[in-house]
């Protein structure tokens, strides 16, 4: 398996636009994650799903932050319209939860930086 | 709720010598418990983590850390630091979801 794939790697927008940054998990796990990264917060867990399911999103900032998962290969977090304070590294994780299975994958990253 | 506590946002070392990063934990029910490196421009990968079984875990790298009920620790060591070691260290506790530390950054020095 290629691993957790995130793309765009890097995004550059202006304030106001629509962001859509895109995650396909692991083949087979069950779990996924929405990472945010800042040098002031450190790594937020902003949603996560189980099934295709949202799970807990009390870590998603504001309504500007939404996050999808239309299938068990696809997940979008959308951010619409976008802020300069929302320019962080973004990160998806996928894995299991059962015994001596549980660690996250996480992909490479989008950076966005919002202008 | 689970959550982890690192004790240390940067810790500076000399090539060769112990590395000693603390990590605690609240957690409800026993948890499992995670060490990622992260370095510069990458995402996260997995150093070891402990689930069940022996509370000595050993990972990649030469890291180990142990799990201590009894002081709800989970410190990361390494017995002899190398250049490459530098990076940033997160502890994460899971429970369904997964939270992490706020990291320790990890400077070695020649």
């Known amino acids: 398996d290629a691993g957790v794939i995130q793309s765009p790697r890097h995004e550059v927008t202006e304030m106001g636009q629509e962001v859509t940054l895109r995650c396909k998990p692991i083949?087979?796990?069950?779990?996924l994650f929405w990472y945010r990264q800042t040098m002031m917060r450190g790594l937020e867990l902003l949603i996560y799903?189980?099934?295709?399911?949202?799970?807990?999103d009390s870590g998603m900032p504001e309504d500007r932050f939404s996050a999808k998962m239309p299938n068990a290969s696809f997940s979008t977090l959308k951010i619409q319209p976008s802020e300069p304070r929302d320019s962080a590294v973004y990160f998806c994780?996928?894995?299991?939860?059962?015994?001596?299975?549980?660690?996250?994958?996480f992909g490479q990253g989008t950076r966005l930086t919002v202008v | 709720a689970q959550s982890v506590t690192q004790l240390g946002s940067h810790v500076s070392v000399s090539e060769g010598a112990l590395v000693l990063l603390r990590c605690n934990y609240s957690?409800?029910?026993?948890?499992?418990l995670f060490w990622y490196v992260q370095y510069p421009n990458q995402g996260l990968q997995l150093l070891l983590k402990?689930?069940?079984?022996?509370?000595l875990v050993k990972g990649i790298n030469g890291f180990e850390a142990e799990f201590k009920k009894s002081e709800t620790s989970f410190h990361l060591t390494k017995p002899s630091a190398h250049m490459s070691d530098a990076a940033e260290y997160f502890c994460?506790?899971?429970?369904?979801?997964?939270?992490f530390g706020a990291g320790t950054r990890l400077t070695v020095k020649p």
């Open positions: 994780a996928s894995s299991h939860y059962r015994a001596l299975d549980t660690e996250a994958f």
């Open positions: 083949s087979g796990h069950d779990y």
């Open positions: 799903f189980n099934n295709n399911v949202p799970i807990d």
């Open positions: 957690s409800s029910v026993p948890p499992y």
């Open positions: 402990y689930t069940t079984g022996a509370t």
């Open positions: 994460a506790v899971r429970y369904n979801d997964m939270r």
